[in-house]
């Protein structure tokens, strides 16, 4: 079993940056790929970016392509998101993930899940 806890979140302007820490905990940790989504009321649940545990490669989503960067310390057993150019669109609640597999294809093969933690982008 692994526990995932974010924090990070908080308001910003846009334009400015965030960074969302991930942190894991539990049996063997560091053998999950970790990904980010992120949640509106409303609009569901959107995959942001995830790095893989077998070979730290990150796969993202083109609408955070460029702007969001993840990446992980498996010594500490933390994943990060850093989020530039922020925009009033990636107002949401994050969410970070976990999967045994090195390449999940869906949100339905991530077994472990954070509680969140709100981003607010407003001037």
């Known amino acids: 079993q692994v526990q995932l806890v974010e924090s990070g979140g908080g308001l910003v302007q846009p334009g400015g940056s965030l960074r969302l820490s991930c942190a894991a905990s539990?049996?063997?940790?560091?053998?999950?790929?970790i990904a980010w989504f992120r949640h509106v009321p409303g609009k569901g649940r959107e995959f942001l970016a995830y790095?893989?545990?077998?070979?730290?490669?990150?796969t993202y989503a083109d609408s955070v392509r460029g702007r969001f960067t993840i990446s992980r310390n498996n010594v500490e057993n933390v994943a990060y998101l850093q989020m530039n150019s922020l925009k009033t669109e990636d107002t949401a609640a994050y969410y970070c993930?976990?999967?045994?597999?090195?390449?999940?294809?869906?949100?339905?093969?991530?077994?472990?899940w954070g509680q969140g933690t709100q981003v607010t982008v407003s001037s």
């Open positions: 993930a976990g999967s045994g597999r090195s390449r999940p294809s869906d949100s339905s093969q991530y077994s472990f």
């Open positions: 539990g049996r063997d940790a560091r053998l999950y790929t």
């Open positions: 790095i893989s545990y077998r070979d730290g490669r990150a």
